[in-house]
Nanobody
Framework: QVQLVESGGGSVQAGGSLRLSCAASGYIHRRHCMGWFRQAPGKEREGVAA???????SYAPFVKGRFSISLDNAKNTLYLQMNSLKPEDTAMYYCAAASYPYGLALDVNDYNYWGQGTQVTVVS
């Protein structure tokens, strides 16, 4: 079992920045993929960014150039640096873990473990 706990959400003005963290514990396979997803009210959960244990990354087109994902393997912590935030980025953000080699496609169905989520609200 893998436990994931997100933190770092909050309310920010448009154009501002936030850094989300996800602390992972439990059995984490040496080869894995971790990702960030988000879900706004009335919308489906969508992939934001992912990174695997080899360092390969993927981003959704709508965050490319604004968000940056990173993974500190020593701390078992996943990060999402979000810059130039827009009101449409408002959503609950979830951390998730998938079994390698899956996950970089940002498909919800590839992910086995999920955190509880952290709310991000961007006000204009």
């Amino acid at each position: 079992q893998v436990q994931l706990v997100e933190s770092g959400g909050g309310s920010v003005q448009a154009g501002g920045s936030l850094r989300l963290s996800c602390a992972a514990s439990g059995y984490i396979h040496r080869r894995h993929c971790m990702g960030w997803f988000r879900q706004a009210p009335g919308k489906e959960r969508e992939g934001v960014a992912a990174i695997d244990s080899d360092g390969s990354m993927s981003y959704a087109p709508f965050v490319k150039g604004r968000f940056s994902i990173s993974l500190d393997n020593a701390k078992n912590t996943l990060y999402l640096q979000m810059n130039s935030l827009k009101p449409e980025d408002t959503a609950m953000y979830y951390c998730a873990a998938a079994s390698y080699p899956y996950g970089l496609a940002l498909d919800v169905n590839d992910y086995n473990y999920w955190g509880q989520g952290t709310q991000v609200t961007v006000v204009s």
